[in-house]
């Protein structure tokens, strides 16, 4: 409370003076005492033994210790204690913060019939009748941090389990979490019914919080999270469906270190309509903040919103096993919750090593974009998936653009299951998306700059060359042609013509290419000869207005052959490419030269230039490729960079600006050829490429240094 200005000169002055005593120091105390238990405190300690120094801090400023926490946060709980006597008790210089200990409720209500698991193994509407799963979560188990669990109910089948009882009611033993309210069984079986969850077969432990009303306080939820963190044995996830009057510091801090000790928690993002960052636990971004969708894809009205929601679930006459009949129905956001708390189960059933941030990634990145209607500003359009719950993996090698008409980088790979997998940058990674297909290749992804078109061309399954083009969403695949190829499509933009063109390897090994011009396909494809070894590479060049075409022939040397007026014959230029390389090519603006990289059968690199006449190879020894050099022209720095992975599995990279650099070490270890674009927006240049271990998409980037690597896949 703040004093009357004239209060606090009277007390300095008599202070001065020597005439009386000190008053004594007071700290803040956080929340909101209105909405608080009254004289009820949740104290946070900087130090100590916390039994010791509760037992100490009472003593001297009184109240009764109610609670101890030492996994989570260190700290206690107090009743009893006077507002002077708190502010008192914060400035103490053991304590951290002392904080009103507010009042807490379920964040979900009862209403009418209800749909919900089906909608969340589908990316689109209708429904389809079924719920299909990847695992059933076994071997994980969940803590249901709520009003405890009615454990005889059938739809557990014996795998609910007592764990203790924290609510504030004292109703029940510490070790009964006998739920007399409903919720706690809803969620629970939402989490891993039989017949209502997600996980079919994980391990429920009931941790009372709540009363028979769905009421608590914020020492009974920080002695829920305590309990979880001290006793659950990884891997384990837990869900809080709990809504606190605003941020609380102690609760927030305990989720928080929870999580970094491995529990995966889901928590409802609240029933307020408000955004979820200015409420506790909603704005615990490390956790799974989950919001509520209806049957129709809408956002529910009730559903808190904003950036630090994850993304949303079903949220609207929920169906689960009730209290005291067998079924009830209920909705609000922690129902939402409760099936990312089964998902995440499913997530760590398949990977029993993830941590907890991994988890957190994996259940994102499998939700599915844009699908969801009136969703508030700055919340994001995803909707909960657990039919993709262990997300897409890429394979082969990655292509990446970044695309001027949105801003966004985008990385296209072909994944584990031969699909078209993409994922984009615009202010956050978006997860992955399942473009479909039957892949036999690598994807090439193109941003054509004749119609803004995103255009991404693969070869499939039955060795021809087909494409998807995005200009307000996706197209269906358009197979072009019936020419059969053995390699990977390679796509430029022609500026003299118009036109945009493909060239592949055929199945016979000669190079063939088809365009598009006027708003449609040539009609064949064009045969250009040559005895191929591997895919070729292709650039437009515009000093002479030319497309050229490098490959490997059969010897292991370099040919290539230009266009003109018309196609030239295949020129040698020799060099000794290793076994299935291929050449790497690129326009220098700076010097108006051709450059040519191979990998040779020794791992080196080498390269020669045009400008007037071919110079002869050049070896940039120091570093054994295991990878095709990929080549970036750096419009900012003005130089030529070269990168590759190593025999040991690193990523290098060197540059010419004056003079070549050495070989610079990025890290390791990776698999496959990295891909490297620059990005105008933020004009730095960014490195893609696979993990060795996961096969997991990882991300670097430089602007003034080079930063970290970052997993979009996990």
Same mark, same amino acid.
């Given at each position: 409370?703040?004093?009357?200005?004239?209060? /606090?000169?009277?007390?300095? /002055?008599?202070?001065?003076?020597?005439?009386?005593?000190?008053?004594?120091?007071?700290?803040?105390?956080?929340?909101?005492?209105?909405?608080?238990?009254?004289?009820?405190?949740?104290?946070?300690?900087?130090?100590?033994?916390?039994?010791?120094?509760?037992?100490?801090?009472?003593?001297?400023?009184?109240?009764?210790?109610?609670?101890?926490?030492?996994?989570?946060?260190?700290?206690?709980?107090?009743?009893?204690?006077?507002?002077?006597?708190?502010?008192?008790?914060?400035?103490?210089?053991?304590?951290?913060?002392?904080?009103? $200990?507010?009042?807490?409720?379920?964040? +979900?209500?009862?209403?009418?019939?209800?749909?919900?698991?089906?909608?969340?193994?589908?990316?689109?509407?209708?429904?389809?009748?079924?719920?299909?799963?990847?695992?059933?979560?076994?071997?994980?188990?969940?803590?249901?941090?709520?009003?405890?669990?009615?454990?005889?109910? %059938?739809? *557990?089948?014996?795998?609910?389990? @007592?764990?203790?009882? @924290?609510?504030?009611?004292?109703?029940?033993?510490?070790?009964?979490?006998?739920?007399?309210?409903?919720?706690?069984?809803?969620?629970?079986?939402?989490?891993?019914?039989?017949?209502?969850?997600?996980?079919?077969?994980?391990?429920?432990?009931?941790?009372?919080?709540?009363?028979?009303?769905?009421?608590?306080?914020?020492?009974?939820?920080?002695?829920?999270?305590?309990?979880?963190?001290?006793?659950?044995?990884?891997?384990?996830?837990?869900?809080?469906?709990?809504?606190?009057?605003? $941020?609380?510091? #102690?609760?927030?801090?305990?989720?928080?270190?929870?999580?970094?000790?491995?529990?995966?928690? &889901?928590?409802?993002?609240? $029933?307020?309509?408000?955004?979820?960052?200015?409420?506790? %636990?909603?704005?615990?971004?490390?956790?799974?903040?989950?919001? #509520? &969708?209806?049957?129709?894809?809408?956002?529910?009205?009730?559903?808190?919103?904003?950036?630090?929601?994850?993304?949303?679930?079903?949220?609207?006459?929920?169906?689960?096993?009730?209290?005291?009949?067998?079924?009830?129905?209920?909705?609000?956001?922690?129902?939402?919750?409760?099936?990312?708390?089964?998902?995440?189960?499913?997530?760590?059933?398949?990977?029993?090593?993830?941590?907890?941030?991994?988890?957190?990634?994996?259940?994102?990145?499998?939700?599915?974009?844009?699908?969801?209607? +009136?969703?508030?500003?700055?919340?994001?359009?995803?909707?909960?998936?657990?039919?993709? #719950?262990?997300?897409?993996?890429?394979?082969?090698?990655?292509?990446?653009?970044?695309?001027?008409?949105?801003?966004?980088?985008?990385?296209?790979?072909?994944?584990?299951?031969?699909?078209?997998?993409?994922?984009?940058?615009?202010?956050?990674?978006?997860?992955?998306?399942?473009?479909?297909?039957?892949?036999?290749?690598?994807?090439?992804?193109?941003?054509?700059?004749?119609?803004?078109?995103?255009?991404?061309?693969?070869?499939?399954?039955?060795?021809?060359?087909?494409?998807?083009?995005?200009?307000?969403?996706?197209?269906?695949?358009?197979?072009?042609?019936?020419?059969?190829?053995?390699?990977?499509?390679?796509?430029?933009?022609?500026?003299?013509?118009?036109?945009?063109?493909? !060239?592949?390897?055929? &199945?016979?090994?000669?190079?063939? *290419?088809? !365009?598009?011009?006027?708003?449609?396909?040539?009609?064949?494809?064009?045969?250009? #000869?040559?005895?191929?070894?591997?895919?070729?590479?292709?650039?437009?060049?515009?000093?002479?207005?030319?497309?050229?075409?490098?490959?490997?022939?059969?010897?292991?040397?370099?040919?290539?052959?230009?266009?003109?007026?018309?196609?030239?014959?295949?020129?040698?230029?020799?060099?000794?490419?290793?076994?299935?390389?291929?050449? &790497?090519?690129?326009?220098?603006?700076?010097?108006?030269?051709?450059?040519?990289?191979?990998?040779?059968?020794?791992?080196?690199?080498?390269?020669?230039?045009?400008? =007037?006449?071919?110079?002869?190879?050049?070896?940039?020894?120091?570093?054994?490729?295991?990878?095709?050099?990929?080549?970036?022209?750096?419009?900012?720095?003005?130089?030529?960079?070269? !990168?590759?992975?190593?025999?040991?599995?690193?990523?290098? @990279?060197?540059?010419?600006?004056?003079?070549?650099?050495?070989?610079?070490?990025?890290?390791?270890? *990776?698999?496959?050829?990295?891909?490297?674009? *620059?990005?105008?927006?933020?004009?730095?240049?960014?490195?893609? =490429?696979?993990?060795?271990?996961?096969?997991?998409?990882?991300?670097?980037?430089?602007? $003034?240094?080079?930063?970290?690597?970052?997993? /979009?896949?996990?």
């Amino acid at each position: 409370m703040r004093k009357p200005a004239g209060t /606090i000169v009277v007390a300095t /002055i008599a202070a001065l003076l020597g005439t009386g005593p000190a008053a004594p120091a007071e700290g803040h105390v956080l929340g909101d005492a209105a909405t608080a238990k009254a004289g009820s405190y949740v104290v946070v300690l900087k130090q100590g033994d916390v039994h010791e120094r509760a037992a100490a801090l009472a003593a001297r400023f009184g109240g009764t210790v109610t609670a101890e926490y030492r996994a989570a946060i260190r700290g206690f709980a107090v009743d009893d204690l006077g507002e002077a006597q708190a502010r008192r008790l914060a400035a103490d210089p053991s304590v951290a913060s002392v904080e009103h $200990n507010g009042r807490v409720t379920a964040a +979900g209500t009862q209403t009418g019939p209800g749909w919900g698991l089906d909608r969340i193994d589908q990316p689109r509407l209708p429904l389809d009748n079924a719920f299909r799963y990847p695992n059933a979560g076994s071997g994980i188990t969940a803590f249901i941090v709520d009003s405890g669990i009615k454990i005889e109910h %059938p739809d *557990f089948g014996g795998r609910a389990s @007592y764990g203790a009882n @924290y609510g504030p009611d004292g109703k029940y033993g510490p070790v009964d979490p006998t739920d007399c309210y409903g919720h706690g069984t809803h969620v629970a079986a939402t989490v891993g019914g039989a017949t209502y969850g997600v996980a079919k077969d994980v391990r429920l432990v009931a941790v009372r919080i709540l009363d028979c009303r769905g009421n608590s306080t914020d020492a009974s939820v920080l002695a829920g999270i305590e309990h979880v963190t001290r006793y659950a044995a990884r891997p384990a996830v837990a869900s809080l469906s709990v809504s606190l009057a605003g $941020n609380k510091v #102690a609760v927030n801090d305990a989720l928080r270190a929870s999580i970094n000790t491995g529990v995966v928690w &889901s928590v409802a993002a609240g $029933n307020a309509g408000t955004d979820a960052c200015l409420t506790s %636990p909603g704005s615990v971004t490390e956790a799974l903040v989950v919001g #509520a &969708s209806t049957r129709t894809d809408d956002v529910a009205p009730f559903s808190n919103r904003g950036a630090c929601v994850d993304f949303y679930a079903p949220g609207v006459d929920i169906p689960s096993a009730g209290i005291p009949d067998v079924q009830s129905i209920m909705s609000g956001t922690s129902m939402a919750a409760a099936y990312a708390t089964g998902a995440a189960a499913l997530v760590l059933s398949a990977h029993r090593a993830y941590n907890a941030r991994q988890v957190h990634n994996a259940v994102v990145q499998s939700s599915v974009d844009g699908v969801l209607k +009136g969703v508030p500003a700055g919340s994001p359009n995803r909707l909960l998936q657990v039919r993709q #719950a262990d997300p897409p993996q890429a394979s082969g090698r990655l292509s990446t653009l970044y695309n001027p008409r949105f801003g966004t980088t985008e990385v296209y790979a072909r994944s584990t299951d031969n699909h078209l997998i993409y994922a984009y940058y615009a202010q956050g990674w978006s997860g992955w998306t399942d473009l479909g297909g039957n892949l036999a290749g690598d994807p090439t992804a193109f941003s054509n700059p004749a119609t803004g078109a995103t255009e991404v061309y693969a070869r499939t399954a039955n060795n021809r060359i087909a494409y998807r083009r995005y200009v307000n969403g996706w197209s269906d695949w358009t197979e072009l042609g019936s020419q059969t190829v053995s390699g990977n499509p390679q796509v430029i933009y022609n500026p003299r013509f118009g036109t945009t063109e493909i !060239y592949a390897r055929t &199945s016979n090994n000669r190079l063939a *290419f088809t !365009y598009f011009v006027n708003g449609r396909w040539t009609a064949a494809w064009t045969d250009l #000869a040559g005895a191929l070894t591997s895919d070729p590479a292709l650039i437009y060049n515009p000093r002479f207005g030319t497309t050229e075409a490098y490959v490997r022939n059969a010897t292991g040397g370099v040919e290539y052959k230009y266009y003109s007026a018309s196609w030239s014959a295949w020129l040698p230029l020799e060099g000794g490419m290793a076994e299935g390389a291929t050449p &790497s090519v690129l326009f220098n603006p700076r010097f108006g030269s051709t450059e040519v990289y191979i990998r040779t059968a020794a791992g080196e690199l080498q390269y020669k230039t045009y400008t =007037t006449a071919w110079s002869s190879w050049t070896s940039r020894p120091g570093a054994t490729l295991a990878s095709d050099p990929t080549l970036l022209y750096n419009p900012a720095a003005k130089t030529t960079e070269v !990168y590759a992975r190593t025999a040991d599995n690193a990523v290098v @990279y060197q540059y010419y600006a004056s003079a070549w650099s050495s070989w610079i070490h990025l890290g390791a270890p *990776f698999a496959g050829t990295p891909a490297v674009i *620059f990005n105008p927006r933020w004009g730095s240049t960014e490195v893609y =490429t696979r993990g060795a271990s996961d096969g997991h998409t990882l991300y670097t980037y430089y602007t $003034n240094g080079w930063s970290g690597w970052n997993d /979009i896949s996990a």
